[in-house]
């Protein structure tokens, strides 16, 4: 699983992006969703929770439907991964990190990390779909601030993670270049942001 962390971007898309995107499969299997100018095997979403289905018997199975107005899909689990879902109702908003997949023509996430959000988030998540510009960076210049913001997340653990406004401040750098690049860690699985404004290193 973290090979595939490593060889996947979890995109921050709208679901409807997802769903009226181009299916591109090898043999019977999907490889990846086109849309927006990306291929997208693993998506990062935020929307709220309007179904939930458990079956824990011998076969066991759990699903919850989500909704961010732009459209609806499945998170599915099964075995003992249907234990992710369980402590989430319908009418929680949530963050879903997964993968793409589909079986008998229905697009779905198998989620490998889903957390309870403040309703607010999905506001800012459609304003951040809206409004993302990405800042062009040479390699270099990317990986160079990114070895920092690293180093001073894990230098910060200590302290329960780096604050995002004085990481900025000590980097020197343009707001929005080290908010991209923090984006990008978010998005690989390197850091998370146990809240608002302040984030942790995962490795």
């Known amino acids: 699983m973290a090979e595939e962390f490593k060889r996947h971007t979890a995109f921050k898309l709208k679901i409807g992006d997802i769903l009226n995107g181009n299916?591109?499969?090898?043999?019977?299997?999907?490889?990846?969703?086109?849309?927006?100018?990306?291929?997208?095997?693993?998506?990062?979403?935020?929307?709220?929770?309007?179904?939930?289905?458990?079956?824990?018997?011998?076969?066991?199975?759990?699903?919850?439907?989500?909704?961010?107005?732009?459209?609806?899909?499945?998170?599915?689990?099964?075995?003992?991964d249907i234990e992710k879902l369980k402590p989430f109702?319908?009418?929680?908003?949530?963050?879903?990190?997964?993968?793409?997949?589909?079986?008998?023509?229905?697009?779905y996430v198998t989620p490998e990390i889903i957390k309870k959000k403040?309703?607010?988030?999905?506001?800012?998540?459609?304003?951040?779909?809206?409004?993302?510009?990405?800042?062009?960076?040479?390699?270099?210049q990317s990986t160079d601030i990114k070895q920092k913001i690293i180093e001073i997340i894990k230098r910060e653990e200590a302290n329960g993670g780096?604050?995002?406004?004085k990481l900025t401040e000590e980097l020197q750098s343009k707001s929005e270049t080290v908010n991209q690049e923090?984006?990008?860690?978010?998005?690989?699985?390197?850091i998370y942001e146990p809240r608002p404004g302040k984030v942790r290193y995962l490795g």
């Open 23 to 80: 299916q591109i499969t090898d043999g019977e299997k999907l490889k990846f969703i086109e849309t927006s100018g990306k291929n997208v095997a693993r998506v990062n979403l935020i929307a709220n929770i309007v179904d939930k289905f458990i079956q824990d018997d011998e076969k066991k199975f759990a699903s919850v439907t989500l909704d961010d107005a732009s459209g609806q899909i499945k998170l599915k689990t099964f075995g003992d």
């Open 182 to 190: 923090i984006r990008k860690l978010l998005e690989e699985g390197a």
């Open 162 to 165: 780096a604050d995002i406004k």
């Open 118 to 140: 403040e309703a607010e988030y999905l506001l800012l998540r459609k304003l951040e779909n809206e409004n993302n510009k990405p800042i062009e960076l040479d390699k270099k």
């Open 89 to 107: 109702e319908q009418g929680d908003t949530v963050l879903a990190i997964g993968m793409i997949r589909e079986w008998n023509k229905e697009i």
